[in-house]
């Protein structure tokens, strides 16, 4: 058994979490917005200003390294040990369809969520209206860089036959930077599936092996948790410098598309989590939902799934009182693989911007960017903007030109921290309705 959670035991009815932690974050989130606003009016150019943020800068980059230097260890060791301890194909192999039968449910009603409302408040049409041509103009240069990383994008031959990676530590080290020439945290996945199938089907002599990468997992932990000992500062100066550079000009002219996409993700965080929570789960929303602050707020502040595994797992097991290795499983799957709000963003920018280039999609097409995005969720990096590259993917495959990018760049980074919130809560709304759901496990 790993050590990371002595505390683990089983079951939903758990006390509420001591959240002093949670506090302190939401302390730090809070000043780093209200700093950020004073910073924004008072001018980018104030050598007070721009010091803040050279500042902030580099403490939000140091949090974030802490994070993402252990994040590939975490995730190899995290699931390999989650597969090993699950050990029964046959249970895994349900708890697997469970995972994708609800995750499947989440995107398809952010995805529709996301179209219903980009089709309805037509946030594009009012752009193209205002300021069209200048907007366009202006977003061509800022989106060369997503489109050339869009570009190397791969078939889908290769996609299916990089699932199994050639080499996994040429994947693990390009898992987080997006530089690995396969399926990156995808392939990682698999290998660490694939080693913890091995662990359960050798489990005498395999042992040594079981014992080392629990090791790992505990100092992954443990480097993590030092790491999130600076969450409330580095949390706070990572919002601070999205709200200080936030041009008021870039909210303003995208008002509408920042409306539409907010509110699509209010909905899913408020309707379609707390309907799943009450016919799959276990939990009461709202008992849910403060019980899962902390990753929430770990999640708006570093903009990134995989940065905020650590603190799922922990919320999982220690204030939601999940079954470990289910739990394990699904959030470690879950921060690369279940994405419903980014698959809600990526459904909204490409009709945004159909909208606004005066593309007309018809059913057909729109029915592909709804398949499209919700599979883009699957294969979306966790981490911050991760999603863009899939957008111009996908904005290219209905004939949307994907240089429209740039025209939201502006505003990303502000909806990337709320969607991240709804990716990580998804996840454990996911590792709620699955790991409530096994039947009691004896032994592993
Ligand atoms: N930042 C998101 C995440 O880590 C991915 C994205 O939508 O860009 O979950």
Redesign the pocket.
């Known amino acids: 058994m790993s050590q990371i959670t002595p505390d683990s035991e089983a079951t939903p009815a758990v006390p509420a979490p001591h959240d002093g932690a949670s506090r302190r974050i939401f302390i730090g989130l809070a000043v780093g917005v209200a700093l950020g606003l004073a910073a924004n009016l008072l001018g980018n150019g104030l050598w007070v200003t721009e010091a803040a943020a050279a500042v902030a800068d580099i403490v939000g980059n140091l949090f974030l390294r802490m994070l993402f230097v252990m994040v590939v260890p975490l995730v190899v060791s995290a699931l390999a040990l989650a597969v090993a301890e699950i050990g029964d194909l046959g249970r895994l192999g349900r708890l697997g369809l469970a995972t994708l039968a609800v995750t499947a449910v989440l995107s398809s009603a952010a995805v529709l969520i996301g179209l219903g409302l980009v089709n309805t408040i037509r946030p594009g049409e009012a752009l193209a209206a205002a300021r069209g041509a200048a907007a366009v103009e202006a977003a061509s240069t800022a989106a060369d860089r997503v489109i050339e990383q869009a570009r190397a994008s791969k078939a889908l031959r290769e996609i299916l036959v990089d699932m199994i990676p050639q080499n996994p530590l040429q994947e693990m080290a390009g898992a987080i930077d997006g530089s690995s020439k396969g399926n990156g945290m995808l392939a990682v996945m698999v290998f660490a599936l694939l080693l913890g199938a091995a662990l359960a089907a050798q489990p005498t002599a395999t042992a040594p092996l079981r014992g080392w990468l629990e090791a790992w997992n505990v100092v992954a932990m443990t480097v993590i948790g030092w790491g999130m000992k600076l969450a409330p500062v580095g949390a706070g100066c990572l919002v601070f410098n999205t709200v200080a550079r936030l041009g008021l000009d870039a909210i303003l002219s995208l008002f509408w598309f920042a409306f539409t996409v907010l509110a699509g993700l209010a909905i899913q965080l408020v309707v379609v989590y707390p309907v799943v929570l009450r016919v799959f789960g276990t939990f009461r929303p709202l008992d849910f939902f403060r019980r899962s602050a902390e990753a929430m707020q770990v ?1 708006f502040g570093t ?5 905020t595994l650590p603190t799922s797992l922990k919320v999982a097991e220690q204030n939601l009182g999940l079954r470990r290795d289910a739990a394990r499983f699904v959030l470690t799957v879950g ?1 690369t693989g279940n ?1 419903n ?2 698959a809600l ?1 990526e459904g909204v920018v490409v009709l945004f911007l159909a909208q606004v280039f005066g593309v007309s999609l018809g059913p057909g097409q729109q029915l592909q960017v709804v398949l499209m995005a919700m599979l883009a969720g699957i294969g ?9 590259p899939l957008v111009a993917v996908i904005a290219q495959s209905v004939g949307v030109p994907a240089e429209g990018i740039g025209i939201i760049l502006g505003v990303d980074r502000l909806l ?1 921290m709320c ?2 919130v709804l ?2 809560t998804g996840d454990l709304v996911v590792a709620a309705c699955v790991a409530g759901r096994e039947p009691a496990q004896t032994g592993a």
């Not at 903009?303 to 940065?307: G, I, K, M, R, T």
């Not at 979306?380 to 863009?388: C, F, N």
């Open positions: 999640a903009s990134s799934s995989n940065a921060a994405q709000g980014t963003f979306t990096a966790g981490v911050p903007g991760g999603s863009l990337d969607r991240t990716n990580v």
